[in-house]
């Protein structure tokens, strides 16, 4: 197991593996987190409801659903399950803002470079991190959601991984300017006022990670939120990201 990703991570990082758990398991589940629970940091960070939104490992959660109900109107979901897809083609056929596309992270070469205003992921990173060859294909999986977002669009990565391990992975291929936010792992389903405050109020991050152990303590029973935006690259950096 890749250190940084969850215990008892079976084979998450296996398609075969989400086949056959959609396969047996048909009723929704969201990982880690919830919509109402992270609302008022979306609607923070993707302010406008017409901004186009991509949902990496959408499963068969109702996050996506319950953005549309919250007035987006153009969010794509992407999972590497066929099984799923199917199901959440037919489910949600009648829904004109949500789209379903059976596709790896690793290669979204059907959407055009800078087609996304946001990207997000709920686990699907940690996933990718406990299967085979998890840091060359996280390294993939990173270098084309950089691609497909537009310039100053941003990656909101809900995580296990802890800041001394992800944002230098973040950081390994892409330009991105982080922050870092935090939500309890079992709080209340929903946001109060303070909560909200709360959520929308980055921690201090800096470059080993080590800080937030000032604020939050030893073994913090949260999940991470890193909110990368897009940097464009400059002329004498690599082109490895697009």
Known sequence: MTIGTPPS????????????????????????QKYP??????????????????????????????????????VVNVDISSVVIDAMQFKYSN?????????????????QSGSFDAVIDKGTLDSILCGNNSRQNAAQMLDEIWRVLKDKGVYIL??????????????????????????????????????????KNPIPLDESGSSVEDVLGKNPDVH???????????????????
């Open 95 to 111: 829904w004109q803002q949500l789209k379903y596309i059976k596709l790896d992270v690793r290669d979204m070469s059907p959407f």
């Open 9 to 32: 991570s079976q084979a998450y990082g296996e398609p075969w593996y989400w086949d056959n758990r959609y396969a047996n398991e048909s009723a929704p589940f969201d990982w880690y």
């Open 158 to 199: 809900i995580t296990y991984g802890a800041p001394v391990y992800r944002p230098a992975l973040l950081k390994e291929s892409c330009v991105w300017s982080i922050k870092l936010h935090v939500i309890a792992k079992f709080g209340p389903e929903g946001s109060s006022e303070q909560q909200a405050r709360e959520l």
């Open 37 to 74: 629970s992270l609302t008022p940091l979306i609607r923070h960070y993707v302010p406008l409801r017409h901004h186009r939104v991509l949902v990496v490992g959408c499963g068969n959660s109702v996050f996506s659903e319950e953005m549309v109900n919250d007035g987006y109107g153009d």
């Open 224 to 242: 991470y939120i890193y909110v990368c935006t897009k940097v464009r690259k400059s002329s004498t950096q690599n082109l490895q990201c697009g």
